[in-house]
């Protein structure tokens, strides 16, 4: 099944067929992977591939503070200073309850910003800080829902960034909620493969639209995510342990 409604490009021809052809206008995307394998540096990619499309992005920090974010995406050769002084791009870097209190009210600086603004894409960086609020995985499930709804509502097609080794678990037994209440997973992942480490991408699930199903191995270059072959001959990838099939 394919949507009628626009694709956004990640910036990249290898990354949008992953895609089906880009991510789908308007949805909202899960990419979950273990800390430093390059889930803030996709966020970026997206975000310089609207702006280069004529498209205004947001960037909202829960963690790294965006003299830091300014300095990383500059060794990439994105200069997110110049795009902001520009008006192509927000930066906000606040703490999960406040962002979320200002989605819900509508009022204050933050939602000030966003209606200013009107970013087509949106990333936030990252989702995981939001499961400090409770350990009830229904209550969680309902911020969560709460989040997505509220970014939906903003028009914009969002990156929710998230740290996970596993995305089908939190907290030792409980399903992961966020998972099922977006529209599209993408997975990062370390892999060992002949005793090397490598990094693998994957989408594990699209609504609306075909994707590639096989998992891909990939570089963080300058201008972002450089994707490699495909892990033929290799079974057990996603699981980080790896073994050669006949």
């Not at 895609?19 to 800390?35: N, Q, R």
């Not at 087509?120 to 989702?127: G, K, N, P, Q």
């Amino acid at each position: 099944m394919t949507s009628s409604k626009q694709r956004l490009s990640l910036g990249s021809p290898e990354m949008d067929a992953l895609l089906g052809g880009g991510l789908i206008e308007g949805s909202a995307v899960l990419v979950s992977g273990a800390p430093g394998v390059g889930k803030t540096t996709l966020g970026l990619q997206f975000l310089m591939a609207g702006i280069k499309a004529g498209q205004r992005g947001l960037l909202v920090s829960f963690e790294e503070f965006p003299a830091s974010l300014i300095r990383d995406a500059q060794q990439l050769g994105w200069d997110l200073k110049a795009s902001e002084k520009n008006g192509d791009l927000g930066i906000i870097f606040t703490s999960p309850s406040v962002f979320l209190e200002s989605l819900k009210q509508q009022t204050g600086p933050i939602s000030e910003k966003i209606e200013t603004l009107a970013p087509t894409r949106m990333v936030l960086d990252s989702v995981a800080h939001f499961q400090q609020f409770t350990q009830d995985p229904l209550e969680l499930r309902e911020i969560y829902n709460t989040l997505v709804n509220a970014i939906k509502r903003q028009d914009s097609t969002v990156l929710l960034l998230d740290e996970a080794a596993n995305i089908l678990q939190h907290r030792g037994t409980e399903v992961a909620a966020l998972p099922f209440l977006v529209d599209t997973v993408i997975l990062l992942r370390y892999v060992e493969v002949d005793s090397t480490m490598q990094r693998a991408i994957a989408v594990m699930k699209m609504r609306g639209s075909s994707h590639q199903k096989e998992i891909r191995s990939f570089e963080i270059k300058k201008g972002g995510l450089a994707l490699g072959p495909p892990f033929d001959g290799h079974a057990g990838i996603l699981s980080g342990m790896s073994h050669r099939t006949a």
